[in-house]
């Protein structure tokens, strides 16, 4: 740890001393102490674009060009490197998608048609879901935006919003259809085609649909001979199966019921009031959302068509299963507040939000299980909260993460700055304005401001009533922010306002 604040001291300090084993890096973040967003530039004149995000690597960063004193243009900072369209003529992107490989050479886009409102129902559709006629995933190269390879759902509803119906892990993609509850895995190859791995829903393993169809043709073939076609009222085998995913869930659930008690009576009791009687429940969960845990294994969260089409799930039943995709089984069960998958996130949170084997991207994120700041405010946080039920609830109601939602900017590490996360934090997502400058006060001394960003020099009607959002996106290693000032969450910024070192 650097013993002074002057920057040239410790740019001296630096070259005479060696950070122990493994802290190289976050040694040198320290300078970022020095280095911070000095200057607004209030309203810049912008092309009619969305901005998303930045790529861990910033992009191209190695142009010195001098500022211009009347810096009001966004062209002063970005220089455009390609246009390339992608919807079709009845298609539009998907302005909150956007997810890329870690070496930051490939980049996956989003567009569909609008929503279906009376989507009729089909085969394997569940009711109550939406359809869109269309849905593309591209496959982009960003180096020049060559569009290499692209996926199509028909008359299907994947969630795009905030990259919520997609996960990707190293050159994994998983896809969740909502409509025909099918988790589609995909692997980005070298050459940059998207190539089909397995699907996971009605079926789990390649040949379950084959054996299942020669199984129904066999039995078909069996009754034939027996009553020579007058059995018209049995139901058809075709409709009768649960999925594949289903079957699998099920037979977890009263494996681990049955395993509860070694009393034969005791058991049976157990079984009937634990599965038996919630048997219609489970049988009517839906898959909602998924993330990859590592290659293998995903983490599948469970629940009724309401919640996925409400806003507030704090309060709606859920589940949560940890599936193996090589032996297709499920390994782990939890209820939406159980305290043993609360622990596991306290624990092992960078666990549920790396992307990679060994993720560059996590390295420069804090969360409660690698900074001592979070943690000590998460604890906080439940100690303060009046059921630690409800609590629970809360915290386990963002899983799985949404992919690639958090910045590795170094003004949002905890061990370097404090702010007020209900104002601004490493999430990437619009908050509600406030007049007042969003401090940033150093770590170290706790009395010192290092930093402020204000969304506008004049903010919101004199009578208060004015509500507005901010979105602020960080560079991942410069001192520059940007941030969009929306009159409200559906409509395009008002204002964009460009935060740098001058």
């Not at 490989?101 to 559709?125: K, L, P």
């Not at 084997?357 to 906080?380: D, G, R, T």
Request: net charge neutral; charged share 20%; glycine share 4%.
């Amino acid at each position: 740890m650097f013993k002074t604040n002057n920057v040239a001291s410790r740019i001296f300090e630096r070259q005479i001393r060696t950070p122990a084993p493994g802290t190289s890096v976050h040694s040198a973040r320290r300078f970022y102490e020095n280095l911070v967003p000095s200057f607004t530039i209030y309203d810049v004149e912008c092309p009619d674009h969305s901005f998303f995000k930045f790529t861990d690597d910033g992009e191209d960063c190695d142009n010195n060009q001098e500022l211009p004193p009347q810096a009001k243009r966004f062209e002063s900072f970005f220089t455009q490197l390609y246009v390339k369209p992608l919807a079709s003529c009845n298609e539009l992107i998907c302005k909150d998608f956007f997810l890329y490989m870690e070496s930051n050479q490939y980049g996956i886009f989003a567009t569909s048609t609008a929503q279906i409102q009376d989507a009729r129902g089909t085969d394997g559709a569940i009711l109550g879901v939406p359809s869109f006629e269309k849905i593309t995933i591209h496959l982009l190269r960003l180096e020049d935006g060559f569009k290499l390879d692209e996926k199509v759902f028909h008359n299907d509803c994947v969630n795009l919003t905030h990259n919520m119906g997609a996960f990707l892990y190293d050159d994994l993609l998983a896809v969740v259809s909502l409509r025909y509850q099918t988790i589609h895995i995909l692997q980005i190859r070298d050459s940059g085609n998207l190539v089909d791995v397995r699907a996971i829903g009605a079926y789990c393993r390649e040949d379950d649909e084959l054996f299942l169809n020669s199984s129904s043709q066999l039995a078909g073939n069996r009754g034939d001979l027996v009553d020579n076609g007058t059995n018209h009222d049995q139901p058809n085998s075709n409709n009768s199966f649960l999925s594949g995913i289903k079957q699998r869930l099920l037979s977890f659930i009263f494996r681990e019921i049955w395993s509860e008690e070694t009393d034969q009576t005791q058991r049976v009791q157990c079984l009937k009031k634990k599965f038996y009687f919630h048997f219609q429940d489970y049988v009517d969960l839906v898959i909602l959302k998924v993330q990859f845990l590592d290659r293998h294994h995903l983490l599948i969260k469970f629940g009724s068509v309401d919640v996925g089409a409400s806003r507030n799930t704090d309060q709606l039943p859920a589940f949560f299963a940890v599936y193996n995709m090589e032996t297709t089984e499920i390994v782990a069960f939890y209820q939406n507040a159980a305290d043993e998958l609360y622990l596991l996130f306290e624990r092992f949170c960078d666990h549920f939000q790396a992307t990679s084997i060994n993720s560059m991207y996590m390295n420069f994120i804090s969360s409660h299980s690698n900074n001592i700041h979070a943690l000590e405010q998460l604890k906080s946080m439940k100690n303060k909260a009046t059921s630690v039920s409800q609590f629970v609830k809360k915290m386990l109601s963002s899983l799985p993460l949404n992919c690639q939602s958090m910045s590795p900017s170094p003004y949002f590490d905890q061990s370097l700055f404090r702010f007020d996360e209900k104002l601004i934090s490493a999430t990437d997502r619009p908050r509600q304005s406030t007049d007042h400058p969003i401090r940033f006060i150093s770590r170290r001394q706790p009395n010192i401001l290092k930093f402020k960003i204000k969304t506008g020099p004049e903010f919101g009607g004199a009578d208060g009533r004015s509500k507005k959002y901010s979105h602020f996106l960080f560079h991942p290693a410069w001192p520059l922010a940007l941030s969009f000032i929306q009159p409200s969450l559906f409509l395009p910024p008002s204002a964009v306002n460009i935060h740098f070192r001058r």
